[in-house]
């Protein structure tokens, strides 16, 4: 087993690195990058995203002054939008983000930066990216770890008695509501909670932004507990109700395909007792594929999936910061998150490997090429 951990670890780095170069190539086709994002809010009304430019046309027009009056040939852009600025302030722009290096270049000096976790400085938010996401994660980390376990909680319980229980009223009311817990996506049953508990149209029960409350640092412990979970009900709610259907039907169906299987026959023709049956021999078989699709919904709910769920609950985590960076292009932030996230599955894959062998003894990696 430890073999097959190092070559999965070995395999990290070019999996990793693939992912990387194609995401780079793909972004250097995208149109509307940072520089023409600046060009659009210099050109703009919005004062503060000027502001935010002012630095490099000062140092432009701090260089003309001290050279003086010049002529200069009009030269064509190959941004579009900057007719009529000078092209030594656009190169001043392509400085300071970075693009005055060709992309292999800048690539390299990346992905050497990301080695050390350096992920630069934001373009449009003048922080270090780092700090950001650090003060974004707590945020995410809340939605997404209560939204896991609590899906997992309630859907691998839920799935097995539907499973034994199959074809009773039990199963037909509880299909019902995992049906209507599938169709309708996640920010729609935040919606409702909001109209009927945060006071939309009925009662005011829980709260409508942010995870804690502004007087949260002066609150005791046992209250500023309180306080955290009281926030945390709808939106964690809301991501739970639209997230357990899909996976408490995965179990049903992977305990009702082993409950047929001739091995579970012969343990009851033993005389083992049920919850033997179900739980020494059904359980860890029928609970491989479900093992198997935790990376990847972890991923999904912590950076991915409450998207949507920030952005009603006035949340401020990874997946808003994500969703600006690639509206706005920052991309220190986008490759970033990329490389951070992609990081993580990759870790969690391996993992859930390590978690099959637990689940299943007879499992042997080492007989496999990773």
């Known amino acids: 087993m430890l073999a097959y951990i190092v070559r999965r670890v070995l395999?990290?780095?070019?999996?990793?690195?693939?992912?990387?170069v194609i995401n780079f190539a793909v972004i250097q086709f995208a149109p509307g990058g940072p520089v023409e994002q600046t060009i659009a809010r210099l050109r703009g009304t919005d004062v503060a995203a000027t502001q935010r430019i002012s630095g490099a046309q000062g140092e432009f027009a701090s260089g003309q002054a001290q050279r003086g009056p010049q002529t200069s040939t009009p030269e064509t852009s190959r941004y579009r939008g900057a007719r009529g600025l000078p092209p030594e302030f656009i190169k001043e722009l392509e400085k300071q983000y970075g693009f005055d290096k060709p992309p292999v270049e800048r690539f390299l000096l990346m992905m050497r930066n990301y080695l050390v976790f350096d992920f630069g400085t934001s373009y449009f938010r003048d922080r270090s990216v780092i700090q950001?996401?650090?003060?974004?994660?707590?945020?995410?980390i809340s939605l997404g770890l209560w939204s896991t376990l609590l899906i997992y909680g309630i859907s691998i319980p839920l799935g097995i008695k539907k499973a034994v229980r199959d074809g009773t009223p039990f199963d037909v009311w509880s299909s019902a509501v995992?049906?209507?817990?599938?169709?309708?996506?996640s920010f729609l049953f935040a919606i409702l909670l909001i109209v009927l508990f945060a006071g939309g149209s009925y009662f005011q029960w829980f709260p409508l932004r942010?995870?804690?409350?502004?007087?949260?640092?002066?609150?005791?412990?046992?209250?500023?507990i309180l306080d955290y979970l009281w926030h945390i009900v709808l939106p964690v709610g809301a991501m739970v109700i639209g997230g357990f259907a899909g996976l408490t039907m995965l179990t049903k169906n992977s305990f009702l395909e082993e409950i047929g299987k001739q091995y579970v026959v012969t343990a009851r023709a033993k005389g083992l007792a049920e919850n033997r049956v179900l739980y020494g021999h059904v359980f860890r078989n029928a609970m491989l594929?479900?093992?198997?699709?935790?990376?990847?919904?972890?991923?999904?709910?912590?950076?991915?999936?409450?998207?949507?769920?920030?952005?009603?609950?006035s949340l401020d985590g990874l997946g808003l910061l994500?969703?600006?960076a690639a509206l706005n292009r920052d991309y220190p932030i986008m490759f970033a998150t990329l490389y951070v996230f992609t990081l993580i599955g990759l870790a969690l894959k391996l993992v859930s490997d390590i978690t099959y062998t637990l689940i299943d003894p007879r499992i042997d990696f080492e007989g496999r090429r990773a």
């Open 11 to 20: 395999l990290i780095i070019p999996t990793l690195l693939a992912i990387m």
């Open 132 to 140: 950001l996401v650090v003060d974004k994660l707590p945020v995410s």
């Open 178 to 185: 995992v049906i209507v817990g599938y169709a309708i996506p």
């Open 210 to 224: 942010g995870l804690v409350s502004d007087d949260w640092a002066t609150l005791s412990w046992p209250m500023k």
């Open 289 to 313: 594929i479900v093992v198997a699709g935790f990376p990847a919904a972890f991923v999904g709910i912590l950076f991915t999936g409450s998207l949507l769920i920030e952005v009603i609950f």
């Open 322 to 324: 994500g969703f600006e």
